[in-house]
């Protein structure tokens, strides 16, 4: 056998033709999933999802029948699905929303019925036209079908879903800024505590916020039964991970693969899968998990893909976006690009994230200019640590949310990996790597 | 420029209708404002904050907050350029400074001819097809210099006037179920307004406007994203 033998969960159909028609979704047992769940109570639905044991796929990991488990006993309660992905180097979402917008929507619609919600919001991310185009397309079909709105297949259960457009802001990722957002707001993340929308959410009203790819996983859950699911995987991680595979490799792209099953090694270098490094050069580092995860090097490439496996080796899954460099890649320009997002992406309500970000920024740039001193090291670290104190994994937080953390982990990494690489720009006053300068436009200050 | 016209005001009205909150529809109100005028200006922002119950300032507030958001024109169309690190590893600021050199602007500025506005963006989540570029936000991937020439000489020449709307036009597909589902659901949050009488799906208030549901032309078979999802099983033809 081998790692890609798994049933793929979520991403089976995506290649059919016209994969985002009722059509194409009704040949393939589309809404059979719901069917199934609406002849259970929501209480049976909600324990086949604890045993099936679905880790968020949004980022967190956390498990989505326990925070269904969370909701506070109030009226109305809400369900929010978190389409918003902008994690640099994580298109596995948008993937699912374009291609199988049925999917989600079934997905949340058997969410939505077993924690007794009143209504239904697919935040989807701004830059994602197609994919709103899609998702509202199918929403139309849906409801024409008897899928959403009133009396659904008939069981006399009623529920409306809206699909709301984001308009371009990393931070509504986070769910409370999302909600915030969802609101009419600026997508400032809430203090905590409370911690969770579940207690307090959407207007105040008790709320499940849940990942695009999380829900999409629901049909098959209902039809295959929990036990299936939980069989594929091992320990928390169960059921199939996609991946999304970008960087110095031959075939990039989503692949959905079981938990626990593969390695870094299969991924990356699996010919059905990543295919090897480009032009066969050697790998030097690769991102385990999107641009906040901590770095690893060629000797982790055997770490298994699941989310207890990669946290054992000082970092994360997050969403599952794998990005790989090879022997050719400037680590301090690649930790510029990552810290330059952030900062750029700070909603600014933190001082350490909205100041420190910057500074992590300029003092990179600097020294992939020729600008660096010796001295640049130590600040950039000291730096961090105020931003995340003790720069350590997981990270210490000083901020409302994790995306001030989320600053360190990039350059502190390159720093401990590659101390000779940044010490080889100071002393030599350029960029080692080609081309040397980036463009003027971006290397103003 | 202008306050929505009478048809966008009634679409506007629909869709504060599905939300138990009408500052809810805030966001998707901008959207429409933005695909009214290509931007937002002072004059809709207030209109906007008429019908949602709120200052202009507050509508200001929440805009400003987004990057989709322009309160300046730009021009018919928004080139925006990924340059995060999967684009980064793959060539991104050399076709950024290729950009810059063929339309003769540095991002954020506008070619004189008001067509083009460049922009140095953020992930845009097509990493498979890296490095990649949107314009008004729909995807082009694996681009290289040839083929952003030939992407910028096929919008001068409207060749891709049916898969790309001006600036400003988000989502050309529209909701044709009006309150009545919401009516069933929200039940504890009040449900829409009694009053509110939804627009009849089909009619148009203004000659030529697109009726409700999918708008003429629109082909939602556009080959823009599908390489991201092509790779499942192998490399896809680049598009």
Redesign the interface.
């Known amino acids: 056998m081998t790692v890609t033998d798994a049933p793929r969960i979520v991403?089976r159909r995506?290649?059919r033709p016209?994969s985002?028609t009722l059509a194409s979704y009704l040949e393939d047992g589309g809404y059979d999933g719901l069917r199934k769940a609406l002849s259970m109570s929501p209480e049976e639905v909600h324990d086949a999802v604890n045993v099936a044991n679905i880790l968020g796929r949004g980022g967190a990991g956390f498990e989505a029948g326990r925070k269904w488990g969370m909701l506070a006993k109030s009226?109305?309660v809400y369900l929010a699905i978190n389409g918003d992905?902008?994690?640099?180097?994580?298109?596995k979402?948008?993937?699912l929303i374009?291609?199988d917008p049925h999917q989600l929507i079934e997905g949340a619609l058997i969410c939505a019925y077993a924690v007794r919600a009143?209504?239904v919001f697919l935040y989807v991310?701004?830059?994602?036209?197609?994919?709103?185009?899609?998702l509202?397309?199918a929403?139309?079909e849906a409801?024409?079908y008897g899928a959403?709105?009133?009396d659904i297949l008939g069981s006399g259960w009623?529920?409306?879903i809206?699909?709301?457009?984001?308009?371009?802001?990393?931070i509504c990722g986070e769910e409370t800024a999302l909600l915030e957002?969802?609101?009419?707001?600026?997508?400032y993340p809430r203090i905590k505590p409370p911690y969770f929308p579940a207690a307090v959410g959407l207007?105040g009203?008790p709320t499940i916020v849940n990942n695009v790819e999380t829900v999409s996983n629901l049909p098959w859950v209902m039809l295959n039964g929990a036990a299936a699911f939980a069989a594929l995987g091992e320990g928390r991680s169960k059921g199939t991970k996609v991946l999304?595979?970008?960087?110095?490799v031959?075939?990039?792209?989503?692949?959905?693969l079981e938990f626990a099953k593969a390695s870094f090694r299969d991924l990356i270098y699996d010919p059905?899968l990543g295919g090897g490094i480009r032009e066969d050069r050697e790998l030097k580092a690769f991102?385990p998990g999107g641009?906040s995860s901590p770095w690893l090097g060629p000797e982790r490439l055997d770490v298994l893909l699941a989310n207890e496996k990669i946290a054992e080796v000082g970092t994360m899954a997050g969403s599952g976006?794998v990005?790989v460099?090879d022997e050719d890649?400037c680590v301090v320009?690649?930790a510029w690009?990552?810290v330059r997002?952030f900062h750029?992406?700070s909603?600014g309500q933190c001082t350490p994230c909205r100041e420190g970000g910057g500074w992590v920024e300029k003092i990179l740039q600097r020294i992939e200019n020729g600008q660096g001193r010796e001295t640049d090291l130590e600040l950039l670290l000291d730096v961090c640590d105020n931003i995340s104190p003790g720069v350590t994994w997981p990270p210490a937080q000083t901020t409302i949310c994790v995306l001030g953390p989320s600053i360190p982990p990039a350059p502190a990494a390159a720093i401990t990996m590659f101390r000779d690489e940044f010490l080889i720009h100071i002393r030599e006053g350029r960029c080692p790597f080609p081309?040397d300068r980036?463009?003027r436009?971006?290397t103003r200050v | 420029m202008a306050r929505l016209t009478p048809h966008n005001e009634q679409r506007a009205r629909d869709l504060i209708a599905v939300y138990p909150h009408p500052r809810s529809a805030l966001i998707p109100l901008l959207h429409l404002l933005q695909e009214q005028d290509g931007y937002l200006s002072a004059d809709g922002m207030e209109h906007v904050g008429e019908l949602v119950g709120l200052e202009a300032a507050e509508v200001r507030g929440t805009a400003s907050f987004y990057d989709m958001f322009h309160t300046e024109p730009v021009g018919k169309y928004l080139v925006a350029v990924c340059t995060n690190i999967a684009c980064l590893l793959q060539g991104a600021y050399e076709l950024l400074g290729h950009a810059e050199e063929r339309l003769g602007v540095a991002p954020g500025g506008t070619t004189p001819d008001g067509l083009f506005t460049l922009e140095d963006s953020e992930c845009l989540a097509l990493c498979g097809n890296a490095p990649c570029l949107t314009v008004n936000w729909r995807f082009f991937g694996d681009v290289d210099r040839e083929r952003f020439d030939e992407i910028v000489r096929r919008l001068a020449a409207g060749e891709l006037d049916g898969e790309i709307p001006p600036h400003g036009t988000l989502a050309r597909v529209r909701r044709t179920v009006g309150v009545p589902a919401a009516g069933a659901s929200v039940h504890g949050a009040g449900g829409p307004d009694p009053a509110y009488v939804p627009a009849p799906p089909a009619e148009s208030a203004e000659p030529g406007a697109p009726a409700d549901g999918v708008a003429d032309g629109v082909d939602l078979d556009t080959h823009a994203t599908t390489p991201a999802v092509a790779s499942l099983d192998g490399p896809g033809e680049p598009s």
């Open positions: 991403t995506l290649r016209q985002w009226t109305p992905e902008s994690e640099p180097a994580t298109f979402d948008h993937a374009e291609a009143d209504q991310r701004g830059e994602f036209p197609l994919g709103i185009e899609r509202q397309a929403l139309n409801y024409a959403v709105g009133r009623s529920i409306d809206v699909v709301h457009p984001g308009a371009g802001a990393y957002s969802l609101e009419g707001k600026r997508g207007y009203a999304a595979l970008s960087g110095h031959k075939r990039p792209g989503n692949y959905e059905a991102i641009a976006a990005t460099m890649t320009r690649a690009r990552i997002f750029r992406e909603c081309p980036l463009p436009s971006v």
